[in-house]
T-cell receptor, first 114, second 109 residues
Framework: DSGVTQTPKHLITATGQRVTLRCSPR?????VYWYQQSLDQGLQFLIQ???????AKGNILERFSAQQFPDLHSELNLSSLELGDSALYFC?????????????FGNGTRLTVT | EDKVVQSPLSLVVHEGDTVTLNCSYE??????LLWYKQEKKAPTFLFML????IEKKSGRLSSILDKKELFSILNITATQTGDSAVYLC?????????FGTGTSLTVIP
């Protein structure tokens, strides 16, 4: 158990809908990363937060947004969902965000858009 | 553009074989290289390498980094069916983690 908690485990929704994925980092970790993993692609970096502030953005669509709250949990909001958004979404946390501390991953949320 | 390339893409071996997985990288501000094992769900952390030539070892797994030639290898000796997984290499550049697409290892009994 990595100590990173993601909810829900599975999500099935229809095109055009909006969903929220939730992540609680490991105790003591200040940095949260979100990744998308599709069948035909590796881990695609979406966005990083450090201690409540956005630190870096990757290939995140404008329909997607995220935030990190004062208690350090993070939410990833996906709106106007399309079939191609179906994927496994991982949250990962680290102590200081790349400062020679590894990422620890949650078990992911599997999103299916029908 | 920062990139991480892993080879081979997939590998099928018999139990007891030794395998070597490769990871090469081109990044602007190298800090460390990490290996992860991904079975059905979350990638789990195996090793972090920051210095060239120093082998990290955990049981039958070992890894080494060459910062001059910009690559790392992950060795697994006496493979077991439980080693079947996707092995991911990640390189930290600045405060970003860049992942390769992984090597899928299948160990046949």
């Amino acid at each position: 158990d990595s100590g990173v908690t993601q909810t829900p485990k599975h999500l099935i929704t229809a095109t055009g809908q909006r969903v929220t994925l939730r992540c609680s980092p490991r105790s003591g970790d200040l940095s949260v990363y979100w990744y998308q993993q599709s069948l035909d692609q590796g881990l695609q970096f979406l966005i990083q937060y450090y201690n409540g502030e956005e630190r870096a953005k990757g290939n995140i669509l404008e329909r997607f947004s995220a935030q990190q709250f004062p208690d350090l949990h993070s939410e990833l909001n996906l709106s106007s969902l399309e079939l191609g958004d179906s994927a496994l979404y991982f949250c990962a946390s680290s102590v200081a965000g790349g400062n020679n501390s590894p990422l620890h991953f949650g078990n992911g949320t599997r999103l299916t858009v029908t | 553009e920062d990139k991480v390339v892993q080879s081979p893409l997939s590998l099928v071996v018999h139990e007891g074989d030794t395998v070597t997985l490769n990871c090469s990288y081109e990044v602007t501000n190298f800090r460390s290289l990490l290996w992860y094992k991904q079975e059905k769900k979350a990638p789990t952390f195996l090793f972090m390498l920051t210095s060239s030539g120093i082998e990290k070892k955990s049981g039958r797994l070992s890894s080494i980094l060459d910062k001059k030639e910009l690559f790392s290898i992950l060795n697994i000796t006496a493979t077991q069916t439980g080693d079947s997984a996707v092995y991911l290499c990640a390189v930290v550049s600045g405060n970003q983690f860049y992942f390769g697409t992984g090597t899928s290892l299948t160990v046949i009994p």
